[in-house]
């Protein structure tokens, strides 16, 4: 295992949880119910998280609105953004209907000179 990943031990931790309600549920329900299972099993593991949080956008120093994620179909882009205007460096992006199992995709924001990833 790689010593110097990214909060590590915490994404091991919620990638156990992923896979467990993957097992329990396998693929093809809504997406509700995947978050719903996410929730209670954060829970049980002590695991503190925000569900759907509207995030506050700046520029320039002054409150230009609010954004909440949508991320079905730009997946990566949203994530992006959703990182960009938090304080937050790694998103796990997570789909149960796969073929061959739960796809888990770790992303960490690095951005460049002027604010661009």
Known sequence: MVKNLLYRELVYKIQG?????????????KELIYQNALE???LQQNISFQREVALEIGYKGKKVGFYK???PKYFEVQLFNYLKATDYKLGLLVNFGC?????????????KKGGKF
């Open 17 to 29: 949880i992923i896979f467990e309600v993957y097992k329990t549920l396998r693929a093809g329900f």
């Open 40 to 42: 209670q099993e954060l």
């Open 69 to 71: 994620p949508d991320l």
């Open 99 to 111: 073929d061959v199992g739960v796809d888990i995709r770790r992303r960490i924001l690095t951005l």
